[in-house]
């Protein structure tokens, strides 16, 4: 999505985390509530975007209360329908095998043990497809890269980063 406001204090954090996206399948971008994951996971996604012919996708999971229903929103975003009596989540690994994109998942926390398995589907059928998952805590998803997204700076008062982006 188009972002209205500036990325106050992320500049060298985003570099590094869309360096750790070309280089490696799964990056999860950690830290806790409103530290500031999605609106990175966005910037990171929009920096990129013309590496992935296959385009970046955004799946976000806030509104998805129950587990099962992880396959179901990463296909719809995707535009993937169901096939026959195949796991949804098998239909959706196989179809994302032969592309190139990257899928950000957003807000993993809450499903986090059905996000883990998706995840781990995709990332298992396919070399070309990059996921950027948010997060309060890790996956643990085997061959998982962290970056953990600290608060902004206090030190610096008024000049501070932190007071920058409460101004702004």
Known sequence: ?????????RDDLVRHAAELVRD?????????????????????????????PDGVWLVELAAVADPGSIPAAIATV???TPQGDTPLITTVAATLAAKRLLLVVDNCEHVLKAA???????VGRSGNVRVLA????????DG??????SPLAVAGGTESDAVTLFVD
């Open 1 to 9: 999505p188009r972002q209205f406001t500036s990325l106050v204090g």
């Open 78 to 80: 995707l535009g993937i």
């Open 144 to 149: 998982e890269t962290v970056l953990d997204v």
């Open 116 to 122: 883990r398995s998706a995840i781990e589907m995709i």
């Open 134 to 141: 948010t997060s309060r805590e890790a996956l643990g998803v």
């Open 24 to 52: 490696r399948q799964l990056v999860t971008l950690t830290g806790v509530g409103g530290v500031g994951k999605t609106r990175m996971a966005f910037e990171v996604g929009a920096e990129l975007a013309g590496e992935f």
